[in-house]
């Protein structure tokens, strides 16, 4: 959260002429081979160009077979790599590869129509892109590449493949059908939800998931979460693997057996709630003491924690000075006289200026007991993480997890990523959401200080739109989250962000856009989420000074909504 303003997040312009694509297409006719050529990077580099000497071989991370293409990117140069591929004309093809590693790109050009391209963010497992192009009347030939991104991490690529009619110029053989996947494990649950993993099939392109034998998904990782399920009740799963020659024979059967209502994070919390955010310090903005927090506000974070010497552990000192002499003593008994009146308060760890690390087991159990302290001390009802100079998944997860095994079900645990953090899966805030989504409250993203950024449809908006809001909320609420874990972050007044104001009328079109199917711009979702959690803002101060014009139009708006 800004204090004054936070810095503009970084955004990649290249984005405008590309799509997201990970979808798997359909199957290939009886004439169509691999075109390409060493596409499992089997002989080296035989047969790819790559610039400026930027990539090699390596044996390990390999999606298939024993070698895969490694590509490091320098500050000029996006580490392209390319082959030249024959192609019959008129004629239709998929490409695809599986990447790995920093920012990755797929493209053909010289198509002799419409060139084509994909690209995925960092992930940290192998994700498969795919397109698909239409030769011109007379082309024979395309271009193939792959790159990553200016100065950013490097990425890898294996098993390229360009399906469609023989172009004459040799390369990898046809597809045959895939074996079924191995090793399907549940692993995880909540009351709506049963996740799943299992180990990937060699010449897949996507798996398909059935419960109770009945297709219910398809992706093209090894994981998947299945939700909408009852709570308490036991489904069972298999999972087959596909590609252009047709689908595996289903796995053996995996039985998952969801977690009771209401189950998991959120306590009392209202169906659909407003979040605020209480400044512990003055900046300009309306001085209040929590007992002047608006009525409006269901779920109220204290913003901030601060870090102490001890890796890891945080601890809370209220600024009585800068609050006109606010005592220890008022902000306990004001926060037991807004639990009284049924709101949660929270303490918020990080903001703008707060660097909290939890990058190990140690600093993990140190966060774990230190914000459980501050429950005991203050009588808080759970922890914001706001940490916007990165975290690491899988030692924050473990320290919400051991903060809730301390605190119980009745644990409020909320999120407040930057826009960046929530474009991917594979980004580290969003794995922390996924890892800990049976005790998870709300995510409240920040849709501000952000710059333009892809939608779930892989187009890219622009911020202080109803679009902006809606396409980008849809990547939470198809990539695992349960609608109830979705809210929208803004701020309260065009003074609270350095950039992203919007006004509380295109909040609420954004709310009814995804619960109800109106009040959408160009952007409309395929389905509508009536369970979506509502809305947050920074700050309950900047709503104050602008005359609390934003918690007056949105809080009602939420909590009448479905």
Partial sequence: MPIFSRKPTRFWTTALAMTLALGVTGPAS???VDNAKNAGFESGLSEWTCSAGSGTTVSSPVHGGSAALKATPAGQDNARCVQTVAVKPSSTYTLSAWVQGGYAYLGATGTGTTDVSAWTPDTASWKQLSTTFTTGASTTSVTVYTHGWYGQAAYFADDVSVYGPDGGGGGGP??????APAAVTVTGTSASSVSLSWNA???ATGYHVYRNGTKVT??????ATVTGLAASTSYSFQITAVNAA??????????????AAPGGGGGAVPRHAVTGYWQNFDNGATVQKLSDVQAQYDIIAVAFADATTTPGAVTFNLDSAGLGGYTVDQFKADIRAKQAAGKKVIVSVGGQNGTVSVSDSTSATNFA?????LMQTYGFDGVDIDLENGLNATYMSQALRSLSAKAGSGLVLTMAPQTIDMQSTSNA????????????????MQYYNSGSMLGCDGRVYSQGSVDFLTALACIQLEGGLAPSQVGLGLPASPRGAGSGYVSPSVVNNALDCLTKGTGCGSFKPSKTY????GAMTWSTNWDAAAGNAWSGAVGPHVHGLP
Avoid: H, K, M
Wanted: overall charge negative.
């Fill in 369 to 373: 007991n230190s914000v459980y302290a």
């Fill in 30 to 32: 009886a004439a169509d």
């Fill in 218 to 223: 398809a992706v093209t990782g090894t994981s």
């Fill in 429 to 444: 805030y969003f794995q922390t959401a996924l890892s800990v989504r049976d005790i998870l409250t709300v995510v409240n």
């Fill in 174 to 179: 046809s597809p045959t059908v895939p074996a």
């Fill in 201 to 203: 099939v060699s010449g």
């Fill in 530 to 533: 009536p369970d979506l959690r």
């Fill in 246 to 259: 047709g689908e595996s024979v289903r796995s053996g059967v995996v039985t998952g057996t969801t977690s």
